[in-house]
């Protein structure tokens, strides 16, 4: 059965950075495309960065483009997610997902929804 499993949330200072780990059973990364996206309080779906499961190759929305880097270590079969210059509007819950068919991993965003499974979500809150 596939599961997503994130880590690495907390509380941080604006300016701080932090590591998110996505942990990935019952399939490898050479399987699916993986993107992350968060959601705040009272808003929608953010989808903002994915890794290719052909290349690796990373995309970025502009939200984060220059700030987040997307990873992957398929011998741990892990995604990482490591974000830095962090700022009060990146607080939100993150979540790593498997893309659903028909979608794929090219820096077309479609609101959050081109995902098939996610795990339960970190919580990221950037506050001083």
């Known amino acids: 059965q596939a599961q997503l499993v994130e880590s690495g949330g907390d509380l941080v200072q604006p300016g701080g950075s932090l590591r998110l780990s996505c942990a990935v059973s019952?399939?490898?990364?050479?399987?699916?495309?993986i993107g992350w996206f968060r959601q705040a309080p009272g808003k929608g779906r953010e989808a903002f960065s994915c890794?290719?499961?052909?290349?690796?190759?990373?995309y970025y929305a502009d939200s984060v483009k220059g700030r987040f880097t997307i990873s992957r270590d398929k011998a741990k079969n892990t995604v990482f997610l490591q974000m830095n210059s962090l700022k009060p509007v990146d607080t939100a819950v993150y979540y790593c997902a498997t893309y659903d068919f028909p979608y794929h991993c090219t820096g077309v965003w479609y609101g959050g929804y081109e995902y098939d499974k996610w795990g339960q979500g970190t919580q990221v809150t950037v506050s001083s």
């Open positions: 890794i290719s499961k052909s290349d690796g190759s990373p």
């Open positions: 019952g399939f490898t990364l050479d399987d699916y495309d």
